[in-house]
């Protein structure tokens, strides 16, 4: 009987995973249309480095929880990338998604941007209200060239 209990338990795991990977990889798909470019979109916003663009396009727990003196110097730290040019590498994170099935939907996505001082690190997550994909959280990094 352990055996048995032991089988369906696996073969339970299994089917879960297996339904996990396939509603992952139907959001991918569903957000590469409008995710990815919201994402160059916001980024190229946001590279002027103004506290006001920012703004815009930060969601209202975001906002909550930074103060203006991390913001301020935030930006000071992102400054010295320059402008944004494109994106080179975005990667969809399958594990957010999934964790987003018991709570609010948040999109995140890591990858690579050039920007006027080279290539960055990027790492942003969105959540979706009124249509509109707002920043919930991002950072960025500046690349080490070897």
Do not use: C
């Amino acid at each position: 009987m352990q055996t048995q209990t032991l089988r369906a338990i696996v073969a339970l795991l299994l089917t879960l995973v297996v339904m996990l990977y396939f509603y992952t990889n139907r959001e991918k798909d569903y957000y590469s249309k409008s995710a990815e470019p919201a994402i160059a979109q916001i980024l190229s916003d946001i590279s002027s480095w103004e506290k006001q663009k920012l703004m815009i396009h930060l969601a209202p727990e975001a906002k909550q929880t930074i103060t203006d003196e991390q913001l301020d110097e935030l930006l000071k730290q992102y400054r010295s990338f320059g402008r944004f040019q494109s994106i080179q590498e975005l990667n969809f994170s399958r594990t957010v998604s999934a964790f987003s099935l018991m709570g609010e939907k948040r999109i995140n996505y890591s990858g690579l941007a050039k920007f006027d001082a080279g290539s960055v690190s990027l790492n942003i997550t969105l959540i979706e209200r009124g249509g509109f994909l707002l920043v919930y959280n991002f950072a960025l990094a500046k690349v080490k060239q070897e």
